[in-house]
């Protein structure tokens, strides 16, 4: 017999997660996930797990701001621990960014976090190594958080699952099923389901699932890679802080004691599609390339002449769901009733899964766009609305806030 549902979510990552989370804070009966692997198998257990307010645009600063107060207040609400590390955020731009670090610092003031700028002394005191010069400009945000994605993944599932949400995992879906207009259900590894409505969270494989009812999304698969460093065995420096600095093009963030997780800022590279690398998201390089590990290393000495002797502890890469402008599609389709999709978070997608979560939920249950996600929606494109957040159209050197 077919297996029912009021809602399917078609994704076991943070995104389909956080939604069937709040349905059910929203009283829908029955929701159910399905994962083709493991939760958080796709991006989520790749994410650097930082979440921080400081953006330029204000309603992605008040997504931000809503998703640190979630990770929080998970455990006073839930009942479960999402572990997280109170690290605090610190910027380093170059001065001609002013202009832009003060938008971005209202957009957080605005959105309840508290960001300042502050001299080279007070970021040495907040991260003894960090490089120095006249031409640095910094910025704090004391409340922003890190924390190792899996387990908080893991929370999310616990909390679905206690809340009544059916999560089935190794349960690829195939055909999104539809009649006279409607979605009707999905066709899976473990037979049919029948639902009036579904959600899509399948990042980067979403476009292809769309695509195959004709409904085309701007989502293009990019490689990403990261690498563990670890610190120089031969004295105590050690990262305390997350940081993002400009000029290096690098984030970094503590990993346990001595390790630091440290990626690309990949919106001071990708300023269109030209600039993606096209990646098939099954079929890719699992481990970053050499010679732009090397470049990483360097980098990383730019941003702490300490870690001139630090060493690389292992790499992974990944493959990102991108957009033209690097936000993400919060939608349905115009063309099959009951069909939503959530998908191409550019690199982003873990600190706002909170706020999409709530927003996509809400769409679903009263049927009518939320405005909060007007502006993420598809025919954004189309009409040329696209979101400048903060990398559009700005040079690489002289970005202030991507990561
Ligand atoms: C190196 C790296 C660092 C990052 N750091 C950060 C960060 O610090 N902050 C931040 O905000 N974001 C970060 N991100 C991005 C973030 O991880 C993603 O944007 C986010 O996890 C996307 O979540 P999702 O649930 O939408 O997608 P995913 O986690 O990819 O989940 C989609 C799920 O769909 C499943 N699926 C696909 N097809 C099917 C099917 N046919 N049937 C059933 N299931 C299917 C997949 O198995 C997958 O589990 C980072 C990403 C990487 C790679």
């Given at each position: 017999?077919?297996q029912?549902a ?6 076991g990552?943070?995104?389909g ?8 804070v ?7 996930v399905l994962e083709r692997?493991h939760v958080g198998?796709?991006q989520?257990?790749r ?5 921080r307010?400081?953006v330029r645009?204000?309603?992605v600063?008040r997504?931000?701001?809503?998703s640190?107060?979630?990770v ?6 839930f009942d479960?621990?999402?572990?997280y590390h109170?690290?605090?955020y610190?910027?380093l731009t170059?001065?001609e960014?002013?202009?832009a670090?003060n938008?971005?610092?209202s957009a957080?003031?605005?959105a309840?976090?508290e960001?300042?700028q502050?001299?080279?002394?007070e970021a040495q005191e907040l991260?003894?190594?960090?490089r120095?010069d006249?031409?640095t400009?910094?910025v704090?945000?004391?409340g922003?958080i890190?924390l190792d994605?899996?387990p908080a993944?893991?929370?999310?599932a ?7 949400v059916?999560v089935?995992e190794g ?7 539809t009649?006279g207009?409607?979605v009707t259900g999905?066709?899976s590894a473990q ?5 009036p409505?579904?959600?899509i969270?399948?990042?980067?494989w ?8 004709g ?9 990403a890679?990261?690498a563990?460093f670890h610190?120089?065995t031969t ?6 802080r997350?940081?993002?600095d400009?000029?290096?093009m690098?984030?970094l963030?503590?990993e346990g ?10 919106g001071?590279?990708?300023?269109g599609?030209?600039?993606m ?6 079929h890719?390089?699992?481990?970053a390339?050499?010679?732009r ?6 980098r990383?000495?730019?941003t702490l002449p300490?870690m001139d002797?630090g060493?690389v ?8 769901d991108?957009?033209p402008?690097?936000m ?12 939503y999709f959530?998908?191409?978070?550019s690199g982003g997608?873990f600190s706002?899964?909170?706020w999409?979560g709530?927003s ?8 009518k766009?939320?405005?909060?996600i ?15 957040w903060a990398n559009v ?5 002289t ?5």
């Amino acid at each position: 017999m077919n297996q029912t549902a009021d809602v399917i979510i078609v994704g076991g990552g943070v995104t389909g997660l956080l939604t069937a989370i709040h349905l059910k804070v929203l009283g829908v009966d029955k929701v159910t996930v399905l994962e083709r692997y493991h939760v958080g198998s796709g991006q989520s257990h790749r994410a650097a797990g930082i979440v921080r307010a400081l953006v330029r645009h204000p309603l992605v600063a008040r997504a931000l701001a809503e998703s640190i107060a979630f990770v929080k207040d998970f455990e006073q609400r839930f009942d479960d621990p999402i572990l997280y590390h109170p690290s605090g955020y610190l910027l380093l731009t170059d001065l001609e960014q002013a202009d832009a670090v003060n938008d971005s610092i209202s957009a957080a003031a605005k959105a309840g976090c508290e960001a300042r700028q502050i001299d080279a002394v007070e970021a040495q005191e907040l991260q003894r190594g960090l490089r120095e010069d006249d031409e640095t400009l910094y910025v704090y945000e004391p409340g922003a958080i890190h924390l190792d994605p899996m387990p908080a993944v893991q929370a999310m599932a616990r909390v679905a699952k206690r809340l009544g949400v059916k999560v089935i995992e190794g349960c690829e879906v195939g055909d999104i099923l539809t009649h006279g207009g409607k979605v009707t259900g999905i066709e899976s590894a473990q037979g049919r389901f029948e639902a009036p409505t579904t959600l899509i969270a399948t990042s980067v494989w979403g476009a292809a699932q769309l695509a195959r009812l004709g409904i085309e999304v701007p989502v293009y698969p990019h490689r990403a890679e990261m690498a563990f460093f670890h610190v120089p065995t031969t004295d105590d420096f050690r990262l305390s802080r997350i940081v993002s600095d400009a000029r290096s093009m690098l984030y970094l963030r503590p990993e346990g004691d001595r390790q630091m997780f440290v990626g690309w800022r990949e919106g001071d590279r990708v300023h269109g599609v030209d600039d993606m690398d096209d990646e098939e998201p099954d079929h890719y390089k699992q481990t970053a390339d050499f010679e732009r590990l090397a470049a990483m290393q360097r980098r990383l000495a730019v941003t702490l002449p300490p870690m001139d002797n630090g060493f690389v502890h292992r790499t992974y890469a990944c493959v990102y769901d991108y957009t033209p402008d690097g936000m993400p599609v919060l939608d349905r389709a115009d063309s099959v009733d009951g069909l939503y999709f959530a998908l191409g978070f550019s690199g982003g997608g873990f600190s706002i899964s909170p706020w999409v979560g709530r927003s996509m939920a809400q769409f679903i249950v009263d049927r009518k766009t939320p405005s909060q996600i007007e502006p993420f929606e598809l025919k954004r494109f189309a009409e040329g609305k696209l979101i400048r957040w903060a990398n559009v159209g700005k040079s690489a050197s002289t970005e202030v806030d991507s990561d």
